[in-house]
């Protein structure tokens, strides 16, 4: 079974400014890895995710996502925010071998002001 | 451009309505599947699907059940709605092909709101 933390339920930050949103899973079986935006009143979309290869992951809308396997945790980063950037963000992870049913992190929601 | 409609956006039931939410893919997924999201407890799998006929319970099926009779449609039923199943519904698919490309990436609908009174 696996499990996912998103360690901070809500980071508030300033229009312009570096933002990173954390996730750390535990899994006994190598994972997918995934992350996830919804914003207001709509479903989820994919940003980015991991699969196998390069452990920097580059997603849409200039967001990036590092998987570090030693600490378990595939953090979310951006250099810049917007306010369009004002979301949910969920991390989620599948077992690689086999399993389809992601394990979803309760969410992060990102408040960007102006 | 891939998609999955649910079809309702939003929806009104009282207590004891037997209620239906639909939801439609057209990417020729096996797999999909209902999740409920509600304020701090994040997504929460109640039933997924990955066959025609076939389906699983997920994390939270009680007070629900699923049909999936055709590959593009999986529909979610409130047999008796109660007022602790206000939610947002959302509904998603995703394939098990792995010479797909967005192998195991999730596809979301829109979402449904429902408030049961």
């Known amino acids: 079974a696996q499990s996912v933390t998103q360690l901070d339920s809500q980071v508030p930050v300033f229009e312009e400014a570096p933002v990173e949103l954390r996730c750390n899973y535990s899994?006994?079986?190598?994972?997918?890895l995934f992350w996830y935006v919804q914003y207001p009143n709509q479903g989820l979309q994919l940003l980015l995710k991991?699969?196998?290869?390069?452990?920097l992951v580059k997603g849409i809308n200039g967001f990036e996502a590092e998987f570090n396997k030693s600490q378990t945790s595939f953090h979310l980063r951006k250099p810049s925010v917007h306010i369009s950037d004002t979301a949910e963000y969920f991390c989620?992870?599948?077992?690689?071998?086999?399993?389809?049913?992601?394990?979803f992190g309760r969410g992060t929601s990102l408040i960007v002001h102006p | 451009d891939v998609k999955v409609t649910q079809s309702s956006r939003y929806l009104v039931k009282r207590t004891g309505e037997k209620v239906f939410l639909e939801c439609v893919q057209d990417?020729?997924?096996?797999?999909m599947f209902w999740y409920r999201q509600d304020p701090g407890l994040g997504l929460r799998l109640i039933y997924f699907?990955?066959?025609?006929?076939?389906?699983e319970k997920g994390d939270i099926p009680e007070g629900y059940s699923v049909s999936r009779e055709k590959k593009e449609r999986f529909s979610l039923i409130l047999e008796s709605a109660s007022t602790n199943q206000t939610s947002m519904y959302l509904c998603?698919?995703?394939?098990?092909?792995?010479?797909?490309?967005?192998?195991?990436?999730?596809?979301f609908g829109p979402g449904t709101r429902l408030t049961v009174l």
């Open positions: 998603a698919s995703s394939s098990r092909d792995r010479g797909y490309k967005p192998y195991n990436e999730q596809f």
């Open positions: 899994s006994s079986v190598s994972v997918y």
């Open positions: 991991y699969l196998s290869g390069s452990t």
């Open positions: 989620a992870v599948t077992p690689s071998g086999g399993s389809y049913i992601p394990t």
């Open positions: 990417m020729d997924h096996e797999n």
């Open positions: 699907s990955y066959d025609v006929k076939m389906k």
